[in-house]
Structure formats: C-alpha cells, structure tokens
C-alpha cells in the first residue's frame, strides 16, 4: 500500500466494514490524521510520543488495559443507541415468487 490511510481502507474492505464504523489503534500522530481522513475513529498509545502530539484522537490511554467495551461503544454514542448493536445483521429476502396461472374465459 502507498499510504496509511490507504491500508485502513483495504483493512475496512476486508473486514466488510463501513470506514465510519471503525477504530484504529496507534501510536503514531501521523496514523491518528490518516484514520480521521477515512472518516474513521482513532484510540491512540501515549508513549512512543508524547500526549499532547496525539491530542486530534478521539480517545488516548496509557496502556490498552486501560480500553473497555464500554469506552469503544461510547466513541460511537452520537451516532444513535442501535449503531453498534451485536445483533445479527437481517438478510433481506426477496418476496415469493408468485405462480402464474393462465385462465381461459370462452
């Protein structure tokens, strides 16, 4: 890939996954502009770099066992109460098919 932002989208591609749906973890400013171009959240890792370099994400921990479920599903609270459902996704089924019947009228 030629970029970081064109790696989160092939990563988003694979996952199936719209990028506004998703959320990148890094430890790099440049990566954190990268996932916001892509329209995509971003947690980043204060210690390679400093906090105040990666103040533009939308959360920054020390260490990943400070990130809890709870935290992921709150980046995403504006977005509406059903956006990060774990319910299954429904399949849209088409209708069914009608039989076609030819009537005779004599």
């Known amino acids: 890939m030629e970029s970081i932002a064109h790696r989160f989208l092939s990563a988003a591609v694979k996952l199936d996954r ?13 990566g954190v502009t990268a996932a916001h171009n892509c329209t995509m959240m971003a947690v980043s ?4 770099h400093p906090a105040y370099e990666l103040e533009q994400a939308d959360l920054a921990v020390a260490r990943y066992s ?5 935290n992921l ?9 059903s956006f990060m459902d774990m319910q299954k996704q429904i399949i849209e089924r088409s209708p069914p098919k009608r039989k ?6 004599f």
């Open 18 to 30: 719209k990028p506004s749906k998703c959320i990148v973890f890094e430890d790099d400013p440049r």
């Open 45 to 48: 890792l204060i210690g390679a």
């Open 66 to 70: 400070e990130l809890s479920v709870i």
């Open 73 to 81: 599903r709150r980046m995403f609270a504006h977005k509406g109460l």
């Open 100 to 105: 076609l019947t030819v009537d005779t009228i």
